[in-house]
T-cell receptor, first 110, second 115 residues
Framework: DAKTTQPPSMDCAEGRAANLPCNHSTISGNEYVYWYRQIHSQGPQYIIHGLKNNETNEMASLIITEDRKSSTLILPHATLRDTAVYYCIVSYQAGTALIFGKGTTLSVSS | EAEVAQSPRYKITEKSQAVAFWCDPISGHATLYWYRQILGQGPELLVQFQDESVVDDSQLPKDRFSAERLKGVDSTLKIQPAELGDSAMYLC?????????????FGEGSRLTVL
C-alpha cells in the first residue's frame, strides 16, 4: 500500500503557483520523498526527490517539513501543460520499486 | 535524449488469446520494471528485474503472466490467456542500478484492450 496521502484533485490558475501537499507521517529516517507526474496517456515522469533538505530544480521545488511527516511540491508558475496527475511516493532509494497511490489530479486553467 | 522503448503502443485482443509486450530500457540501465495501470488508478508493480534476475514478482499473476529478461537488456511480458480484467496500460521503466538515488525512466506504455 502507498505510504502517502494526497488530495484527489486541485485547481490552479495559469501563471499562479501550484502547491501540492503530501502527508507521509510514517516515513522512516532513510526514506526519500519522490514526486512524479503523469500527463494523460503518457508514462509517469520524474519531477524531483529529497531526503531532508528542500530541493529545487528547473521543474519544481520540494519543501519537506522538519519532522519529515509532510511535504509540498511547488510549481512556481503553472501552465496549461502542467495539467496532470501528480504522485508523491516514499521509498528507500532508486532501484527500489516505487509504490504509486492514486495521486492528485491538478487542473490548470486559463 | 535516451528513452525507454515499448511496443506495441496499442493492442486489441479477444479473451483467451495470448498477448506479448516488449520493452527496451535505456542503455546501461540494469534495473527494469513492469507496471500495470488500470484506468483511474496509479501504476501497480508487476515485476522487477536486476540484470537478468527477478528481484520481485510477488504481484505478478503467475498463472497467466510471465516476464523474462534473458540477456539482461530488453524484456518481454506475456499474458496467456488474456482475460477481460487485463485491459490496462502496461508500463515499462528502467533505472541505472540498485543503490543509486535518482529517477525511474518510464516508457510511453502499451495499452491493452481485451474484448
Amino acid at each position: 500500500d502507498a505510504k502517502t496521502t494526497q488530495p484527489p484533485s486541485m485547481d490552479c490558475a495559469e501563471g499562479r503557483a501550484a502547491n501540492l501537499p503530501c502527508n507521509h507521517s510514517t516515513i522512516s529516517g532513510n526514506e526519500y520523498v519522490y514526486w512524479y507526474r503523469q500527463i494523460h496517456s503518457q508514462g509517469p515522469q520524474y519531477i524531483i526527490h529529497g531526503l531532508k533538505n528542500n530541493e529545487t530544480n528547473e521543474m519544481a521545488s520540494l519543501i519537506i517539513t522538519e519532522d519529515r511527516k509532510s511535504s509540498t511540491l511547488i510549481l512556481p508558475h503553472a501552465t496549461l501543460r502542467d495539467t496532470a496527475v501528480y504522485y508523491c511516493i516514499v521509498s528507500y532509494q532508486a532501484g527500489t520499486a516505487l509504490i504509486f497511490g492514486k495521486g492528485t489530479t491538478l487542473s490548470v486553467s486559463s | 535524449e535516451a528513452e525507454v522503448a515499448q511496443s506495441p503502443r496499442y493492442k486489441i485482443t479477444e479473451k483467451s488469446q495470448a498477448v506479448a509486450f516488449w520493452c527496451d530500457p535505456i542503455s546501461g540501465h540494469a534495473t527494469l520494471y513492469w507496471y500495470r495501470q488500470i484506468l483511474g488508478q496509479g501504476p501497480e508493480l508487476l515485476v522487477q528485474f536486476q540484470d537478468e534476475s527477478v528481484v520481485d514478482d510477488s504481484q505478478l499473476p503467475k498463472d497467466r503472466f510471465s516476464a523474462e529478461r534473458l540477456k539482461g537488456v530488453d524484456s518481454t511480458l506475456k499474458i496467456q490467456p488474456a482475460e477481460l480484467g487485463d485491459s490496462a496500460m502496461y508500463l515499462c521503466a528502467s533505472s541505472f542500478q540498485l543503490g543509486a538515488t535518482g529517477e525511474l525512466f518510464f516508457g510511453e506504455g502499451s495499452r491493452l484492450t481485451v474484448l
